[in-house]
Structure formats: C-alpha cells, structure tokens
C-alpha cells in the first residue's frame, strides 16, 4: 500500500471493535470481550496466518487452486501466507488484524496494486507452484484482476475471521478500517476484492461494493467488486 494507507492504517491502533465511546476509552462489549483493529506485527504474523488459510478453506477459488484436505498442501499454504504477511509487515504495508487478549481473531490482507506487492506476493507463494492443481486453469480470465477498476486502488486479497470470534462484527471492523485506509490516501480510488462466495458477496454488497463484472471459470462465478472512495 502506498503510504497514506499505512498511515492511516496505523490512527486506527486504538479501535473499538463493537464499542468505542466518544472519549476514547474502550468498554466491554455486550456481545462479547473487546478486539482492537490494528496493523499486523511480526509477533502475530503466525496467528494471523492460521486464521486466513482456516478461513480460505471454504473459499471456492482457494479451493480451485489448491487442496486444502491436503494436510501437507494446507501446512504449506498457510506457510506461504506467513511468509506474504511477514514481507509486508518488513515493506511497512502491514496487513490489519483484529487483536483480542492477546490473540489474532480477524485478518484483512490489503495492498495498493501495482508491480512491487506483485513480486512480493510472487515470491511468497513460489514455493506453492507444485501444488497447484490442474483445475486452475480452468479458471482461465475469471480470476484476472478486472480493467474496469479505476488506479489506483487497494486490493483485498484475503479477509477472514477466526470460527470462534465469527458474529461479532469483527469482519465489519476490519473491512471498514481497510476502507477508511483508503479514504485516508488521497491517491486512492477505492477498494477491490474478488468472490465466488455468495455469503461473501452480500456481505460486500452491504458495505457498498458494487459488482463491476462476473466472470465464469472452473464451474464458478467470480464477482468483481468495488467499492469507490472518491471520483466518479
């Protein structure tokens, strides 16, 4: 992300996750201990990884690439994605997470778009290679990042909350602080994501995504998303 997004990332430290008074003190939630948004560190790197690969294992184009019933295919997958997160916690474009007790509950991987999060996205996951399945590419296009999104923009790769923590608004939270991010740097025009989830994708619509494309591969509809922040 550029680093107007990383700024703004970092104002966010002190979020409430379902209660935040106006004086800035945080309380208990009546629906549950409190989390706080804040910008991964390399201390919860491990943790955060665990909670995006449970969370992909559902996810239909996840599972179009990879097989994640694989113990050994799942093991790497989550290793790659440490390693993805790790990188951009060193860039200084750190991922947000949702921190309760200590522990990581909620994930959203977010990078400005552009040829230096490509490589360092590349380079984490080269190792996954083999482990790709054939099936991929029968997605063909569909999941090829959409021309009609205005740049530049931030892409949400991931976004996952832990089984546990889920119903709690967390999610909401952190996409809401990815959006603002975003908002934050005058450069950026909005926000993308791809799904093939139907869940997923009411959940976007409600925080205003705009579905801009769909495209079919591999027996799926991958949605393209956009949520804009500023422009026409």
Do not use: N
């Amino acid at each position: 992300m550029g680093s107007g997004y990383t700024k703004r990332a970092r104002q966010r430290v002190a979020v409430e996750g379902a209660s935040m008074p106006a004086d800035g003190h945080t309380t208990e939630s009546d629906r549950g201990r409190r989390f706080r948004i804040e910008p991964l560190s390399l201390e919860h790197v491990d943790g955060a990884a665990g909670v995006i690969s449970e969370a992909l294992v559902a996810e239909p184009v996840t599972g179009a690439m990879f097989d994640l019933s694989d113990p050994r295919t799942r093991e790497a997958h989550k290793r790659a994605i440490a390693l993805q997160m790790r990188k951009a916690v060193e860039a200084g474009e750190p991922p947000l997470v949702a921190v309760e007790a200590g522990r990581v509950v909620g994930v959203a991987i977010a990078s400005r778009f552009g040829w230096r999060a490509m490589v360092r996205t590349a380079r984490s996951w080269f190792r996954l290679i083999p482990r790709i399945r054939r099936s991929v590419w029968c997605l063909g296009s569909a999941a090829m990042p959409s021309r009609r999104v205005p740049r530049p923009y931030v892409l949400l790769d991931a976004l996952g909350v832990a089984p546990d923590a889920e119903g709690r608004g967390i999610g909401s939270a952190l996409l809401e602080g990815v959006i603002e991010a975003c908002a934050a740097d005058q450069k950026c025009s909005g926000v993308y994501l791809q799904t093939a989830s139907d869940r997923a994708r009411g959940v976007y619509e409600r925080a205003s995504f705009e579905v801009l494309e769909e495209r079919s591969g591999a027996g799926l509809k991958v949605a393209h998303m956009f949520r804009r922040v500023r422009g026409d």
